[in-house]
């Protein structure tokens, strides 16, 4: 399974993006699907997930602001990202499991290591 991550770019504080996560080898609708974050000299952080059924997770800094959706029809995951700020300046990379995964806190410690495949990440870069 490869997974491609897009929409990443420069915006300005406040603005908006949209990454995107498409898979081939299998499809996304199969897996838990996950957005990961590493800003500069930050350690990588679990920002968003959503189920095989739509359960969704989000990280406390990023409610409100982020969304993350599925869309079957097109067999791709999306990561809305509004009101960015620049502690959102990072790589962001999509990740899926064949696990159930987890979609409430308390989220454990290295549950990146619940995912199989992962993206090649897409920069986003927040300016003032």
């Known amino acids: 399974v490869q997974l491609q991550a897009s929409g990443g770019g420069l915006v300005q504080v406040g603005g908006s993006l949209r990454l995107s996560c498409a898979a081939s080898?299998?499809?996304?609708?199969?897996?838990?699907v996950g957005w990961f974050r590493q800003g500069p000299g930050k350690e990588r952080e679990f920002v968003a997930g959503?189920?095989?059924?739509?359960?969704?997770y989000l990280l406390d800094s990023v409610k409100g602001r982020f969304t993350i959706s599925r869309d079957n029809a097109k067999d791709t995951v999306y990561l809305q990202m509004n009101s960015l700020n620049s502690e959102d300046t990072a790589v962001y990379y999509c990740?899926?499991?064949?696990?159930?995964?987890?979609?409430?806190?308390?989220?454990?410690?290295?549950?990146?290591?619940?995912?199989?495949?992962w993206g090649q990440g897409t920069l986003v870069t927040v300016s003032s």
């Open positions: 959503i189920s095989i059924s739509g359960d969704t």
């Open positions: 990740a899926a499991t064949i696990l159930k995964g987890y979609y409430s806190d308390p989220i454990p410690e290295g549950v990146g290591n619940l995912y199989h495949y």
């Open positions: 080898g299998r499809a996304l609708s199969s897996l838990g």
